[in-house]
């Protein structure tokens, strides 16, 4: 059960969706009369959030077999947020972006990338309804904060390979079960296609829940075969690492956890990512904590292939 006891900042007015707009008021969430917008189009309309203090992913680590072994692992605090305004239209939803630390040798950014987005949240009720399509991007911490080995041979690479955002592998994101359609659903409440270990609850904190499934796709082509072959190779190494998180045809879970409605600072929003990718870069870590590690249903730990370092170093020392 969620909490009542909140201090919630004056302001809220609530009334959307309109009343013409029938189709948006749960139980019923059919959002395809609102168009869908870029993400950082329209943040100075935004004047409130909701913040994901407990973000609760989950995925299976063996996609297909007798027994998939399905992942629990909890991303940094407030690493998702959507904001909306004092009506409840949301404007701009932010999503996970973390770094991969590998043994102190290999540092890699991992983004969830929101490319459009629709919907609304109504505080009094703590209900809300989005649609969004997102796009992963995996790319190498700049050169000087990775390990030695490594330090001296990304700079070698030659322009197009991954070692900015701008030249990230870009991972393809879909409605489960349904390559075609890109738009994907954030509902209220929990997942329905698995049970939450008691690890992964928050029932007596958080304000309210909300929950989305996305299936992963492939990587998207740069019609170049050897940095297309490059990044399918350091796609899979990093899916090693994490347990297959971004496996094609696997589906990719989070459980939402949000604390009580606060206000929004747009200068913040709008330097979000940057305070982020920043504190990646430099600290191979997240500015509001971090996380927990990757656990099984049981408690027990997922761990990682040691020999997933060596094996990058080597595919890039072929490359060079």
């Excluded at 201090?7 to 168009?35: C, E, H, Q, T």
């Excluded at 009580?260 to 500015?287: C, F, M, N, Q, Y």
Aim: proline share 7%; charged share 20%; aromatic share 10%.
């Amino acid at each position: 059960m969620s909490k009542t006891n909140l201090n919630i900042p004056a302001g809220w007015v609530g009334g959307f969706p309109p009343a013409n707009m029938p189709n948006m008021v749960y139980p019923k969430r059919d959002l395809s009369s609102l168009p869908m917008l870029g993400n950082m189009d329209n943040i100075n309309f935004l004047q409130r959030q909701l913040g994901v203090k407990w973000p609760e992913f989950s995925w299976e680590t063996e996609k297909g077999a007798k027994d998939p072994k399905r992942c629990f692992q909890q991303f940094s605090p407030y690493i998702s947020r959507i904001g909306y305004t004092n009506e409840g239209r949301i404007y701009s939803i932010i999503c996970p972006q973390q770094g991969i630390w590998l043994e102190d040798e290999i540092c890699l950014n991992v983004e969830i990338t929101v490319t459009g987005q629709r919907g609304w949240v109504n505080e009094s009720t703590k209900e809300l309804a989005a649609d969004m399509t997102v796009e992963g991007k995996i790319w190498f911490t700049p050169a000087e904060h990775q390990g030695l080995k490594l330090r001296g041979l990304l700079p070698l690479l030659p322009k197009g390979y991954p070692i900015n955002k701008e030249n990230a592998i870009r991972v393809l994101t879909h409605l489960p079960n349904d390559p075609n359609q890109p738009i994907f659903q954030v509902n209220k409440g929990l997942t329905p296609r698995f049970t939450n270990p008691d690890f992964a609850k928050h029932d007596n904190e958080a304000f309210t829940e909300g929950n989305i499934d996305v299936e992963i796709g492939g990587i998207r082509l740069i019609n170049n075969s050897k940095i297309d072959k490059f990044n399918q190779f350091i796609l899979d190494v990093f899916n090693t690492g994490s347990g297959n998180m971004l496996q094609k045809g696997n589906v990719l879970s989070w459980n939402l956890w949000f604390v009580e409605p606060t206000l929004v600072s747009i200068p913040e929003w709008k330097d979000h990512a940057k305070k982020w990718r920043d504190s990646i870069d430099a600290h191979h870590g997240s500015p509001t904590g971090e996380g927990t590690k990757a656990r099984y249903f049981d408690g027990s730990y997922f761990n990682a292939k040691v020999f997933v370092i060596e094996e990058i170093i080597k595919y890039i020392k072929e490359h060079i």
